[in-house]
């Protein structure tokens, strides 16, 4: 079965403190993305990640890629609150036919 | 330039009746996919097109299906409906392999 994880679920952090969040995918995947969801909003894309080793920054945060062992994170640098929001990585697969399948999310609480 | 634009926004139905849903790409992008998104959980793929062919397809039952326009619009159609299909339809559109834009999304609640 194809799964995405992510870990933490849930994730409260002071601003200015640093913190990554984990994306596990059980199969071998051409590309993975980030996605940010604001309450009732829809989603905004962060990045996109093509290959192994790949590491993509823009502002405070930072995605990288190791498609050995199927992760990939997006590390925070110095919060700050306009960053709470819940982040969804996503992963394009291949089997018979295309497939995108989006982890469980981590919903992010920045405190001021 | 416009987004990705859904209509209608909201929409309220009843079990057995059927519905469409419509998308518009943003200029230029060829792909469009759908998406349900239930509140607190991440979006599950339904269908992907590109250039009015099915590209990828999710584990969603036959009475979910979609097509796709020569100016690349979309429809996604959902026959027999079920309290369970109440949820966030998102709309995607992109140049393919890259990031896809999502739309507001159509609000379907089921009765």
């Known amino acids: 079965e194809l799964k995405v994880e992510q870990n933490p679920l849930f994730l409260s952090m002071q601003e200015g403190k640093n913190y990554t969040i984990y994306c596990n995918y059980s199969?071998?995947?051409?590309?993975l993305y980030w996605y940010r969801q604001d309450p009732g909003k829809s989603l905004e894309s962060l990045f996109v990640l093509l290959s192994n080793g790949a590491v993509k920054q823009e502002g405070r945060l930072m995605a990288s890629l190791d498609t050995k062992a199927r992760l990939s994170t997006l590390h925070i640098t110095a919060a700050v609150h306009d960053l709470s929001a819940t982040y969804f990585c996503a992963v394009e697969v291949f089997s018979g036919t295309y497939k995108y399948i989006f982890g469980t999310g981590t919903r992010l609480k920045v405190l001021a | 330039d416009a987004g990705v634009t859904q209509s209608p926004t909201h929409l309220i139905k009843t079990r057995g009746q059927h519905v469409t849903l419509r998308c518009s790409p943003i200029s230029g992008h060829k792909s469009v996919s759908w998406y349900q998104q239930v509140l607190g959980q991440g979006p599950q793929f339904i269908f992907q097109?590109?250039?009015?062919?099915?590209?990828g397809r999710g584990n969603f039952p036959d009475r979910f299906s979609a097509r796709q326009f020569p100016n690349y619009s979309s429809e996604l159609n959902v026959n027999a409906l079920l309290l369970g299909d109440s949820a966030l339809y998102l709309c995607a559109s992109s140049l393919l392999g890259q990031p896809q834009h999502f739309g507001d999304g159509t609000r379907l609640s089921i009765l």
């Open positions: 097109y590109y250039e009015k062919e099915e590209r």
């Open positions: 199969t071998t995947s051409d590309r």
